[in-house]
C-alpha cells in the first residue's frame, strides 16, 4: 500500500513564526502536492513538484514556500505565519500509471495538518 | 478551463437509503475523473475512478458512470451505512494535468 504521512496531526503557532510542515511518502513517486482545505471552498493547490529540486506554483501560492530535495520528501513552508493560514493542511503524491490503455494519475494522500496560528 | 460541480451539501439520509451525489464536469480532451472520499479526521483516500467515456468505476457498494454525452460522474449506493458518513470529493484529471476537486460534499447517515 502506499503511505504517505506527515509529520503532525495539530499544530498551533504564533502570527510570525515561521512554520515547516513535512510530508514523506513511501512510493518512489515523481508527484508531490500541497493543498490546503477550507470549510466551502474545497481543496485548494498550493504548491507541487514533480521531482527532486523542481517546484510549480499552484493556484494560492502567496505566503508559502517548498522544498523538495529528495525524491520521497516534500517541505510546505510558511514564513511568517498568518491567522489567515490557519487550515488543514493535506500532501499528496502521484505517479502515472498505466491503465486500460490510458496514462492516470491517482493521488494518494496523507492524513493531513490541522494548523491553528494565534 | 477544467472545472468540477458537485452537488452541495449537506446531505442527510437514513441508514439503507439510496445515494445520489450529483458530480458534472468541464473538460476540454478526455479527462479522467475520481471520486475520493474524506472520513472524519483523515485525509482523502480515492474511493473509484473512470478512465474514459462509458467506463463504470465500483468499488465498497458505490458505482458512478462516466458520461461524455451528460458531461457527468454521479455517485451512487444502493443502501447506505452510517460508516458512510464522509465528506466525498469528485475530481478530474489528465495525463500531465494536476487533478481538480470539486468542493465536496458532506454525506450524514442517521442510524
Known amino acids: 500500500d502506499v503511505k504517505v504521512t506527515q509529520s503532525s496531526r495539530y499544530l498551533v503557532k504564533r502570527t510570525g513564526e515561521k512554520v515547516f510542515l513535512e510530508c514523506v511518502q513511501d512510493?518512489?513517486?515523481?508527484?508531490m502536492f500541497w493543498y490546503r482545505q477550507d470549510p466551502g471552498l474545497g481543496l485548494r493547490l498550493i504548491y507541487f513538484?514533480?521531482?527532486?529540486?523542481?517546484?510549480e506554483k499552484g493556484d494560492i501560492p502567496e505566503g508559502y514556500s517548498v522544498s523538495r530535495e529528495k525524491k520521497e520528501r516534500f517541505s510546505l513552508i510558511l514564513e511568517s505565519a498568518s491567522t489567515n493560514q490557519t487550515s488543514m493542511y493535506l500532501c499528496a503524491s502521484s505517479s502515472l500509471a498505466m491503465t486500460s490503455g490510458s496514462l492516470l494519475e491517482t493521488q494518494y494522500f496523507g492524513p493531513g495538518t490541522r494548523l491553528l496560528v494565534l | 478551463g477544467n472545472s468540477v460541480t458537485q452537488m452541495e451539501g449537506p446531505v442527510t439520509l437514513s441508514e439503507e437509503a439510496f445515494l445520489t451525489i450529483n458530480c458534472t464536469y468541464t473538460a476540454t480532451g478526455y479527462p479522467s475523473l475520481f471520486w475520493y472520499v474524506q472520513y472524519p479526521g483523515e485525509g482523502l483516500q480515492l474511493l473509484l475512478k473512470?478512465?474514459?467515456?462509458?467506463d463504470k468505476g465500483s468499488n465498497k457498494g458505490f458505482e458512478a458512470t462516466y458520461r461524455k454525452e451528460t458531461t457527468s460522474f454521479h455517485l451512487e449506493k444502493g443502501s447506505v451505512q452510517v460508516s458512510d458518513s464522509a465528506v466525498y470529493f469528485c475530481a478530474l484529471g489528465g495525463r500531465d494535468d494536476k487533478i481538480i476537486f470539486g468542493k465536496g460534499t458532506r454525506l450524514h447517515i442517521l442510524p
Open positions: 473512470a478512465t474514459k467515456a462509458d
Open positions: 512510493m518512489d513517486h515523481e508527484n
Open positions: 513538484s514533480y521531482d527532486v529540486k523542481m517546484k
